[in-house]
């Protein structure tokens, strides 16, 4: 179950408030890339997680609750760069017009959850996948495209205070990526690090249809020229085939194949994880 | 510009129409995991690549390309598991009562750019974020989410032409997520695979606010015993710290730090792809 | 900020695994009238009130805290009602064809942050207004409908487990919706429980058309009868006016009356709650 | 079945034609707060209501109509603020660049079924639950907020012909937050407010968990002082409970009790209403 | 404005009731080819016209009101459809597993704002374009949609009040699309059926690049042999230009052509309905 | 399937960057006009149509593929419009200001799948129908709104190279207007523009309720004096009536007539394309 406490996880202080900033800072609470987002997937990615992992199932309810402290942060900050401002129309630099109106509007001059263009936070970009290195990847994703976004709000901050917040959710941010990439690692063997690929990793190779496994396929009406690439020369990056080239023309709705032997095989079920 | 053929990219063949299967692979046309979101995804990335990594961006239309070719295969999958339904309904069985309702009444009991659950395609699934490390992030989430659905989809079927059609598309999932590796560690030194991170890897690491950028939180409200695990100990992910263990309850609104000195230096363009 | 342990706030068991009865689950996490909206809900409110009204405040961050756990209960036991299910279609009852697809696809049968119609949560739900008495009618509406959801849940239930959880969940909304509506009367007179209409009540009577503040309007092209109804004679709820009956058909583009006087004196900002 | 005419139910002028004050009314027509949600809702309710509460079922509907009423209101008003704009972007106060674009470039500079934030009506907004205390809560609420909605436009208006149709709308709103109180007033003894509670007030009290159906939850880590609070102590609001104090850190998963006695019972069809 | 009676305009009768036909009609009320969808679009298309052109908005007006009532009666047959029929699982046929689980949890058996596979109205459906034969188009399209479904629906319906009803409302499509189609013949020369195309037609021929104006354009990546088809050769169905077949292979990224003359004289403001 | 090349379809230029216009062309892009529906639309359409009329399949993919080509072309028109815009806020005319603001903070300047308020491409507008006389007005609404938004960004445009560029898209527009109407006209007697009406034709005229399918209906409460309007005498648009008028109030819920006896005739199944 969750708790609480009165503290805000790290101090927020804006010396001048800013409506047109408070509004970017909208984006990192409701937004694709926000806090909302990651708190939910850690959430319930960590519900799916049976017993037997239950050391993962920790990190991420560790990491969902710590979100939630971000999102409140946030609301802190942007409720900060709004405080003060008129409720007015009829020059351009009034706050409402600076705004979404909804801001005024609808929560009369608060933090909303949504995005920096108004859209509300929608709860299908979650990503809990009951495959627990398809979601490390969501995740990384998610933290890499979050950090982006806190660097961008960055480089548009001029408060000092709302610099400093950032340059905790950035660190963050860091910390988060390596988490993910480290719970990724410990998935398959740790010393290979793209061991756990193609994911999943449980469905027996012999099942596809190895002849594409490894062939880039190039889709261009005109002849290429450089076909060495590294993805399409030496050895593929999961260490199980070949890279080659492939031009869609050359394709002729490739025949159908004789059903696989071991397409029984696998009926069994995965253990979770690394199903 | 975009060009077409009369040819399916990979022949498709069902033997016994089962209108509940085509539902299911309603999933790989218009659902999160399926194609409709890597086409797009693959096509606006590509657009926001500068001439400079010309070979990034063909690669990138070149999976585009083909993923198109992945929906006209499925909707042609899906139309021939409907054919010759009768539209009835009167018992637990029938066609229309197993489809969902839209699948009859709004299509006439053809592919729709749907999901599974009948939900339409959202563009909001798509990311392109103007930072390739990022984008390949997403699109190994894409791949990897995508190749799940696939094998789930394999376990369901019965007929082996949808068995047949469905490895051929593991196996190109396969391959993508091979590229989209390949891609992400030509980005950084190759030799080092997470030399990308943290990304935007040109956020310079003095802004940040270190103190936080590898230590793991810990918000259980009850003491942790073990905490000497992967992500607590050691060198990071990334190299450029060592991981230590911070507990939420010993935080007390970490105090504003004085504004980062190299905070103006950022404010340079980075490069696309780096940034 | 916010904190977890490994407790669920309340036992769930279930004997008799039920995939169908898991998918109705479904609606109290994702749903319009389900959790993940409160907990939000609560959580966004409390961020909008300023510190003089720390109480109220607190009270939210409570509340919001606690919900978040009934999500996690629900989360296992939607989990508890799939588990060993297995993936096949083929025949009507199997657990697959049960679910909506995309709880075998996407989530490999877990729960999913999506109602039981397979509708993602939509932060648009999420009413946060700015003023605490509109707030809490939104509350009193959701625990309502939540309350009346969790009856239908348990009127559909047969394992004693689900049963047991559901009798808990069903007494924690009673208890909201007391705690609302205790809260909703310590904003105005204690003693008047509708002191606080109409909503929002520091805008001040004088300056809406009174003319029209108490008037039942009938769009019914026929004369009606009995017109003496309790909401077309007698004294207002509000105490501040009189019923009256008036027909659509007698109204004639009501003329546009002179500016009033007092509209500038509402230019002065509210104090947060009363506003 | 539904009629109209060609008069507006309230005269609309407009002095000084101002595109950003039309965009900010298009919250009030189809926004979450607005009168496209307040017709169709109270449509919807009308129909669920059988015959033996016809007279529920026909004031619903009266004010239904009222609300398409308002709409055509709206949209006439913004339809004046937009008339005469010129279309051309290249100053900061243009009209196309005070609006939404798609109002110049999707509606050729008329009122749109949008918020202000250019977002869709959404017909999930729309609250019918088949119980018409919980409904009325739904009405309450959507006529406060939208209430709310209505004094900041005046608030934010500058023309008198303006303010004088927000006049007549906040009056409206006034009368049907009456008009829903009384009508839930009716549903239970007239004489007690909070009849009708807990809602659906069919349930038994005796199958839900009554050991926490009146204790007030602090998830908070550290313990309260005050706990003397008015939901914390005294006869509950239903009159059916005493309020207690409970702190979530002294649950252990309360044990699952055995089966209600009274479970079966309430399989019983609940009258519409009071269900 | 808006009134009502107590009638609906053609009977509704359900002898025996059906849940499953229940849950097809709703995609007739909150579907994208229903009654919410038309009533809506023919409201905001009506708001649209200025006062020379009042029949058109009359006739506008006149069908929103009708619309209305077909939603009414919809919800009608809906209810009857649910009637009677018991809230229990437990085994295939039950009501509530034939129809989506919200129909019973969130609304108690009644009809709902939503589709047919439970996705809820969405207001961005509603085309309101400001030219009067773009949605004339629009108008012919929904209608043309809208019959198709009922005869679907009509196709599935065993029960004689039902096939009775859809009877009514498609022969009510039939005239609505003979309405829209005659106003289309309107707006032009109404001897000449596309008199007004290319729509907009008041924008100047001589401004768009007449060279690409009537030129059937193949993306085939293999030369086609017939391109004597009726849309590559003889007069243009506008009778402004003449077909012709052109390869995308042969476009060399058509140079840009300097600006045109008459680019100016188009900022014209053009009347309302020939914009 | 899909192939590509690296050129453009039509040059694209930017003398002078414009970041606001760059907001308007994404309405072109990913709004309910733009090229990402149409794109789609043609896609699904073709793909549902048997190979008995392939040359009709061909033409629906031709252009599809062409569309295609139109993204790619309006994305790089953004792109180059955002290029170079300065990365800031603080005064009114930044370019971050100027956009929405995910533009810079989700995309780094880049096009988006989104229409120019910042809403996602949204799957339910593509429609699709299994009747392709429906589908072709779809079509036409779709070229007829998309070139009325085109020719509206053309009076906003001041750069001669995106004049250029709108002037080429305009008359693709009117190509396709034209040369879906002329599909239209192939699918029933050419001579006879409205011979495939009513929409779908195959259904059998005399079981719908003939009393009311040329009808007019006045829901005006007043009594209208002009009715002899072109839709209320004279022969109906498809020839097979003669409409007449008739007010609302003179219905009495029309008696529900006997089945019609050649309702089992039509459950045969209609060929495609006449359905």
Redesign the interface.
Known sequence: ???????????V?VEEP?P??G??L??AI????GE?RVA?QY??QA??IPDEHA?YR??L??????E??H??ML??AV?KNLRGAS????D??SA???L???Q????????????????????????????L??DM??N??AE??G???A??????A?D??M??ML??L??????H???W???L??LGD?EE??DV????DS?PDE????????????????PQE?TD???TTGS???EE?E?SFLR??D???????V??PS?QA??EPAP?GE?
Do not use: C
């Not at 690929?197 to 999943?200: G, R, V």
């Open positions: 179950m969750f708790y609480h406490d009165n503290q805000l996880q790290y101090e202080e800013d047109e900033f509004r970017m909208q984006q409701g937004g694709v890339e909302m939910m959430f319930f519900a799916a050391e920790e990190m309810r560790d990491t969902a609750a710590e939630l402290g999102i409140e609301a802190a409720n409720a007015s129309l009829g351009g630099d409402v017009s600076e979404l109106p909804r005024f509007l609808s929560s009369g001059m608060h933090a909303m959850p949504t995005d920096a263009n108004g859209a509300a936070f929608d709860g299908s970009w979650i990503v809990a996948s009951g495959n290195a398809a990847y969501a990384i994703m890499s495209t950090r982006l976004l660097t961008r709000l960055y480089e548009l001029d000092p205070g610099k400093d340059a905790y950035i660190a963050r941010d860091t910390m990526q390596n988490q990439i480290t719970l690692k410990e740790p690090v793209f690929h193609p994911i999943p469905f099942v596809e249809n190895q002849e594409f496994s490894y062939a880039f396929m190039s889709t261009n009406v005109e450089a690439l590294p993805w593929s990056i999961d085939g890279y869609e023309l394709l002729d709705g490739a025949p159908m194949s059903p696989k397409a696998y009926n979770q199903d």
